[in-house]
């Protein structure tokens, strides 16, 4: 596509450079690199509604979010301004406040299975904190995740699968010990076999089972009818507890997430993303006598200095009181919009490409087939991928720079930048089509 794609972005070159001197790979969450799209990152300025500009000034319609934070747009009014007001009160105290309770309240309204919860500062502190609450209550060690299921960095969280279809963690980073994960079993999804298989071996062992509903960090993936309810029967069956990841789709899926959406209550829920506002800040929380489990209820110790700090809970609360059933009929009818229109960009233009969406959600996969679970999704073209969000990119429109990740509508958006991104997208995906060897 763009030549040299370095050329409208000198500022964004120097900048790259220098914090390729202080940051490892210049950045400070490996994403941003653009490692798997290449080319080097765009340094952001500024960002209003749907949009973010850079340092050089270029215009990108944005359908990154931050990764899923920004339901409401950029630098929304509303949100701007309850930080503004909680920040010139005093940005922290280490002691409860008002707009803590408030924003609790407003949270189990929302999502009614949180009868109680913590708060904390990112969504990695918030599994890492549910699993820990989850081992006190049950006694047990040993948790399930889902290969390719993403829940944040902790050391027990960065598993993958080892050859078989259920198999103990191998560390899924370097620096993560073998004994780390040794408790961590990795199952695909949207294979009940393989879960009933792992209960099964390790019966009266299994504290949790942790999932995202709708997986979205290998991509978006929608469970199969029945997955997620027989999900439930099976941990109520075995005594384990049901945690669902709704780090990203909490707030976003539907009002209640995505279990609202599917129906089915997990024991505990992980929050993050959309319930800060985009300021850092994650939930746990569910069953009260699972909860009553941490400290200082009980004896599980979890602790932050800066958790439930008041700017950041003023964030989260100006934002969900504008998500209220209006903003997803809203969020559905236009990522509906894209979806239809992208769906006969791709027919048309040939390419072997899909659409995954739930809500305001999608991914584009470059896949022949539909991505139920990792090894599907890793069916895709990755690097048609990369040509697409170049392409993109050069024409305005900013996505995310990996193929196994989710983009996301906001309510920022309107129909004429839905319709500018399908426009674009057509004209790319055709190039593609004709290049492709
Ligand atoms: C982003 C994400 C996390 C981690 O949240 P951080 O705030 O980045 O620590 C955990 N789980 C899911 C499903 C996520 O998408």
Same mark, same amino acid.
């Given at each position: 596509?763009?030549?040299?794609?370095?050329?409208?972005?000198?500022?964004?070159?120097?900048?790259?450079?220098?914090?390729?001197?202080?940051?490892?790979?210049?950045?400070?969450?490996?994403?941003?690199?653009?490692?798997?799209?290449?080319?080097?990152?765009?340094?952001?300025?500024?960002?209003?509604?749907?949009?973010?500009?850079?340092?050089?000034?270029?215009?990108?319609?944005? !359908?990154?979010?931050?990764?899923?934070?920004?339901?409401?747009?950029?630098?929304?009014?509303?949100?701007?301004?309850?930080?503004?007001?909680?920040?010139?009160?005093?940005?922290?105290?280490?002691?409860?406040?008002?707009?803590?309770?408030?924003?609790?309240?407003?949270?189990?309204?929302?999502?009614?299975?949180? $009868?109680?919860?913590?708060?904390?500062?990112?969504?990695?502190?918030? #599994?890492?904190?549910?699993?820990?609450?989850?081992?006190?209550?049950?006694?047990?060690?040993?948790?399930?995740?889902?290969?390719?299921?993403?829940?944040?960095?902790?050391?027990?969280?960065?598993?993958?699968?080892?050859?078989?279809?259920?198999?103990?963690?191998?560390?899924?980073?370097?620096?993560?010990?073998?004994?780390?994960?040794?408790?961590?079993?990795?199952?695909?999804?949207?294979?009940?076999?393989?879960?009933?298989?792992?209960?099964?071996?390790?019966? %009266?062992?299994?504290?949790?089972?942790?999932? =995202?509903?709708?997986?979205?960090?290998?991509?978006?993936?929608?469970?199969?009818?029945?997955?997620?309810?027989?999900?439930?029967?099976?941990?109520?069956?075995?005594?384990?507890?049901?945690?669902?990841? $709704?780090?990203?789709?909490?707030?976003?899926?539907?009002?209640?997430?995505?279990?609202?959406?599917?129906?089915?209550?997990?024991?505990?829920?992980?929050?993050?993303?959309?319930?800060?506002?985009?300021?850092? !800040?994650?939930?746990?929380?569910?069953?009260?006598?699972?909860?009553?489990?941490?400290?200082?209820?009980?004896?599980?110790?979890?602790?932050?200095?800066?958790?439930?700090?008041?700017?950041?809970?003023?964030?989260?609360?100006? #934002?969900?009181?504008?998500? %209220? =059933?209006?903003?997803?009929?809203?969020?559905?009818?236009?990522?509906?919009?894209?979806?239809?229109?992208?769906?006969?960009?791709?027919?048309?233009?040939?390419?072997?490409?899909?659409?995954?969406?739930?809500?305001?959600?999608? #991914?584009?996969?470059?896949?022949?087939?539909?991505?139920?679970?990792?090894?599907?999704?890793?069916?895709?073209?990755?690097?048609?991928?990369?040509?697409?969000?170049?392409?993109?990119? =050069?024409?305005?429109?900013?996505?995310?720079?990996?193929? !196994?990740?989710?983009?996301?509508?906001?309510?920022?958006?309107?129909?004429? =930048?839905?319709?500018?991104?399908?426009?674009?997208?057509?004209?790319?995906?055709?190039?593609?089509? #004709?290049?492709?060897?």
């Amino acid at each position: 596509m763009a030549t040299n794609p370095g050329s409208k972005r000198p500022r964004s070159t120097t900048l790259f450079e220098r914090a390729s001197a202080l940051f490892p790979g210049g950045v400070n969450s490996p994403v941003r690199a653009f490692k798997s799209v290449g080319g080097t990152p765009v340094f952001i300025d500024r960002g209003v509604g749907p949009f973010i500009y850079d340092v050089d000034g270029n215009r990108y319609t944005d !359908f990154v979010g931050s990764w899923g934070p920004l339901i409401l747009g950029h630098a929304d009014p509303d949100v701007v301004a309850a930080v503004i007001r909680a920040a010139s009160l005093g940005t922290t105290f280490g002691a409860p406040t008002a707009r803590e309770v408030e924003l609790g309240e407003l949270v189990r309204f929302m999502m009614p299975s949180l $009868e109680k919860m913590r708060f904390v500062s990112s969504g990695t502190e918030a #599994t890492m904190s549910a699993l820990r609450a989850a081992r006190g209550f049950t006694g047990r060690h040993r948790i399930i995740k889902v290969d390719g299921g993403y829940h944040g960095h902790s050391d027990a969280l960065l598993a993958k699968a080892g050859s078989g279809v259920v198999t103990l963690g191998l560390p899924g980073s370097s620096g993560v010990t073998p004994a780390a994960v040794a408790d961590t079993l990795v199952v695909p999804y949207n294979d009940l076999d393989a879960m009933r298989v792992a209960f099964e071996e390790h019966r %009266d062992e299994i504290a949790a089972l942790i999932v =995202e509903p709708i997986p979205a960090n290998m991509g978006v993936v929608l469970p199969r009818p029945a997955y997620l309810p027989l999900l439930r029967n099976l941990c109520d069956e075995h005594g384990t507890l049901l945690i669902f990841d $709704e780090v990203i789709t909490g707030f976003r899926v539907a009002r209640g997430g995505a279990q609202q959406l599917y129906g089915v209550r997990p024991d505990l829920t992980c929050l993050g993303k959309v319930v800060g506002g985009g300021l850092p !800040f994650g939930i746990y929380g569910g069953r009260a006598d699972v909860m009553d489990v941490v400290a200082p209820s009980g004896p599980v110790y979890q602790a932050g200095t800066l958790a439930g700090n008041p700017v950041a809970v003023a964030a989260g609360l100006a #934002t969900l009181k504008r998500l %209220d =059933e209006h903003a997803y009929v809203a969020l559905e009818g236009l990522s509906r919009v894209l979806e239809d229109d992208l769906g006969r960009a791709i027919r048309r233009s040939g390419v072997t490409a899909r659409l995954q969406r739930v809500g305001s959600a999608f #991914t584009l996969f470059f896949a022949p087939e539909e991505v139920v679970d990792l090894a599907s999704a890793k069916q895709s073209n990755t690097d048609h991928y990369a040509k697409f969000f170049h392409g993109m990119l =050069e024409r305005g429109f900013m996505l995310p720079p990996a193929q !196994f990740e989710a983009a996301f509508v906001s309510l920022a958006h309107t129909l004429e =930048e839905v319709n500018a991104f399908t426009d674009a997208a057509r004209e790319v995906l055709t190039s593609l089509a #004709t290049s492709a060897p």
